[in-house]
């Protein structure tokens, strides 16, 4: 699915077509909100600038389990690669069938069935190595217009093709792998990386997004475990 440096695979091929497409007229970050009922609500830009400030005040996330002042230690750090510690072509194509007069945001989410159960892989959960937490399940539901959907999970607003893989690098660290007699590194489990396209026309100025469209529309379609848009 991601290919090699010189051959990209789908995933990063499809990341590129997309951004190089809309990079020009993608919204500001959180104004496109998901609603948790597999659609989005649109925020004024005063309230998408105010959760911009919070989420970039909010203190990182302490282990549960940690004492203060406890030291860390450096061999225990699970490291989780990067973007940019992969070398690549990236994939120059683009589509001209976008509406300039509507403004874009890309979300991305990543899933795991796992024994018949399904888990969030970008949960932010607590690395507590006496107490670990246990993942929970998520719940399949079905919206409003019968498409299935996973209720809870993170989806993730990206900019760039290198924060959806930062995402993707996220989802691969939590990921479960089984251990078997033929190969150690063989996967017991299914998942399933989303690419959703959001789309909603901008106000008489084109600089916001027009507020009246409460609910902004996404072009996807499932097709290989990925939510590929129609442009």
Partial sequence: MTGNPTDGGVLPRALDVIFNSIGEIQSKRYVFKPDAYNGFDVQSDADAMLERQRRELMPPTTPIGTPKGT???PHSKKVTPTFDDLFRVPDEGRTDRVVDDN????????????NNYIYDLLDDV???PINPPQPQSKILREDSS??????????????STQEAFAQLMKGQTNRRVGVTHLNRESSRSHCVFNIR???APTDPLGENVYLVTY????????RRGILWPLF
């Fill in 103 to 114: 403004l874009y945001a890309v979300f991305v989410s990543y899933i795991e069935i796992y």
């Fill in 126 to 128: 607590p690395n507590d």
């Fill in 146 to 159: 019968r498409n299935m959907y996973v209720s809870g999970v993170n989806e993730v607003e990206v900019k």
């Fill in 215 to 222: 609910h902004a529309h996404t072009h996807t379609h499932t």
């Fill in 197 to 199: 396209l959001i789309q």
């Fill in 71 to 73: 030291p860390k230690t």
